[in-house]
């Protein structure tokens, strides 16, 4: 992720003159496989208002494979899986992770049937 957030530090006015906010990679995975979902490029409302301006900016190829390549979170794949996202924010160059898992419960209750 490292290399992520020197991406935004030094195209931080270059992705802020284009509108963008954010940038949003979701993935998710079950029974020992797992992948990147979506990368998402997030947009300014100012920017989504000037059609010139949104859905115009283009990652870079070799960050686009840096977020396709995500791996945030160490055996989300693994048994019942689980997912999440991480959005990186343009303007502090910060990173925001949610993630969540799914399990199974098992309630075992004897009855005396006789």
Excluded at 20 to 25: F, G, L, P, R, S
Excluded at 38 to 48: F, G, Q, T
Excluded at 58 to 79: A, D, K, R, T
Aim: proline share 4%; with cysteine.
């Amino acid at each position: 992720m490292s290399r992520v957030k020197r991406f935004l530090v030094e195209h931080k006015a270059e992705l802020e003159s284009a509108g963008v906010i954010a940038i949003e990679v979701s993935y998710s995975g079950c029974g020992d496989s797992g992948q990147v979902d979506d990368v998402l490029i997030l947009y300014s409302p100012e920017a989504m208002a000037d059609p010139s301006r949104h859905d115009k900016y283009v990652l870079p190829e070799e960050i686009e494979s840096i977020l396709q390549n995500l791996q945030p979170s160490n055996g989300y794949e693994n048994n019942d899986g689980g997912g999440g996202n991480v959005k990186f924010i343009v303007e502090t160059g910060r990173a925001i992770h949610a993630h969540y898992e799914y399990f199974t419960e098992v309630s075992y209750d004897p009855e005396v049937v006789y």
